[in-house]
């Protein structure tokens, strides 16, 4: 079970034993100390260097879970019984506490004898491995919706026992503030408050630095399995399952938000710098090499490519942006790749040559006959260039490049449905 449901359980049964509710909230925290063998643990990240031995040396829920451990507490808490001698007050404090300590010490091993895998009762004696239920199904996962249920039952009976006043209402909200570093609850803040600029305080593990970082960052956007988040004025991306802990407050300040849609690329040119977009960009008939990055992800097809951006920033889409006037130089590059097309500019270099040798010849046929013979020469050539293209053109030499070109002028589709927000 997680340290929340375990210090619950705790005080519901400090409070249903009758001890006062200061004593059942300070002796519930005993009820957190036998997962001191699990370094990720509340307790465990507390002492790390303790956790650690005594898991490398005993294992989880073994010699810290066991009835030899609640004999340990019992006689290191012995002292508590002394105080009243030694001060001479506070009998009955001194003696509840010791109680209450047991008692929340040893509710830890009772509840996790519901778990999946038990609890070894009699290590480091016996390795053998204490269960409620044989049957698996009816065992608790950590952290799952059963966890959650019994949590919801016992802060339930714990209002009830301690006399405070119940409401489903009030209970929902406890649980929600006692579990309100998990990413998912704050993934829901967010949503309810994604009007407003969002703090998140923010406990990850930095993949590029190898280490756990505690921040306070801008939220951008929360997805069910990432978040974006500005660091300054650096976007980044944390995983959920790097997320160790995360809460989300909103600001008094409203996020300007805009959704445009469409196939005019002008509407989303003047975007000014400092916003951000979502959403999609589809493109058909054409396939731009869009340099991708932790914002922009690409999906294609045998016709075309769709663009999925997540606070992806205006430059980074400006190339998107000017598809028009990129495919206009490639439709012109494929044109001049025609047999047409080169005829025609040979032709231009034929007549130029001609003209050229027109011009010595009046000059003086002997006197320029060097460089008439060169020129005609050159004529030759480009005459049996043309030939060799006008014989391919005639046997459709042009058909794919012309289809290129069809698809790029008549089937070229760009159409955008994106929001567009700002801080």
Partial sequence: MTATTHYAFSYLLCAAAGMENSTALTASL???????????????????????????????????????????????????????RVLQWGGSFWSGMYAAALLAFSSHIFIDLFNKSGVRLLAPV????????????????????????????????????????????????????????????????????????????????????????????????MYPETGVFLRGNERIVIPKENISEITVDPTDKKVTVKRISGADPALIKSLPEGVYITGTIDVKNYFPEIKLNNFITVSRRSDGVTFTLQCAAPWEISRILNLHNEIGTEVEKLKKQLCSYQIEQLRGEEAALKKRVETLRVKGLYQNYGSISKLSTEIKKIQSKISSLEMKESIGGDAEIQEKINLLTNGFHFWFDLVIFQL
């Fill in 30 to 84: 005993f009820a957190l100390l036998p997962d001191i063998d699990h370094p990720e643990s509340m307790i465990g990240r507390l002492l790390p260097s303790v956790s650690k031995n005594i898991q490398r040396k005993y294992g989880h829920r073994t010699v810290t879970h066991s009835l030899f451990a609640i004999m340990t507490i019992a006689i290191i808490l012995l002292p508590l019984l002394l105080v009243p």
């Fill in 126 to 221: 016996s390795q053998k491995e204490y269960i409620s239920f044989r049957t698996p199904e009816l065992r608790i996962l950590v952290s799952s919706w059963q966890e959650y249920l019994l949590l919801f039952i016992i802060i339930f009976f714990a209002f009830s026992v301690s006399g405070e006043g119940f409401s489903i209402h009030k209970a929902g909200r406890t649980i929600g503030k006692m579990l309100y570093k998990n990413y998912d609850n704050a993934l829901k803040d967010y949503q309810e408050n994604s009007a407003f600029l969002c703090i998140a305080q923010v406990d990850y593990f930095d993949n590029i630095e190898r280490r756990k970082v505690l921040e306070n960052l801008q939220v951008l956007n």
